[in-house]
């Protein structure tokens, strides 16, 4: 099953960028649709964007305009960019994989923390 690799976190002055990186290895990347979540301290992890089969992309309210999923098959890796970032944003970020048309559960990676000073 495939494995995820989250990285590209950091510390980022409110209004700054990031860009997370999610490699996936022991599968074959182009089987699985990618989705992006964040937990924050003491609330539950929140979905933040998602693949969706037909290849668009579904984002929730707070990341649209600011956030964009990308990825590159040839490197195994999905991207997650973040712009105007702010202090509400604080989080661990995670990807996950869901397989095209199988009922197996998604598979997570281990999570990259985002730190925004107030």
């Known amino acids: 099953q495939v494995q995820l690799v989250e990285s590209g976190g950091g510390l980022v002055e409110p209004g700054g960028s990031l860009k997370l990186s999610c490699v996936a290895s022991?599968?074959?990347?182009?089987?699985?649709?990618m989705g992006w979540y964040r937990q924050a301290p003491g609330k539950q992890r929140e979905l933040l964007a998602r693949?969706?089969?037909?290849?668009?992309?579904n984002y929730v309210d707070d990341a649209n305009g600011r956030f964009t999923i990308t990825r590159n098959n040839a490197k195994n890796t999905v991207y997650f960019q973040m712009n105007n970032l702010k202090s509400d944003d604080k989080a661990v970020y995670y990807c996950?994989?869901?397989?095209?048309?199988?009922?197996?559960?998604?598979?997570w990676g281990q999570g990259t923390q985002v730190t925004i000073p107030t």
């Open positions: 996950d994989a869901v397989e095209r048309c199988s009922t197996v559960p998604p598979r």
């Open positions: 693949e969706l089969s037909g290849g668009k992309i």
């Open positions: 022991g599968g074959s990347f182009s089987m699985y649709v």
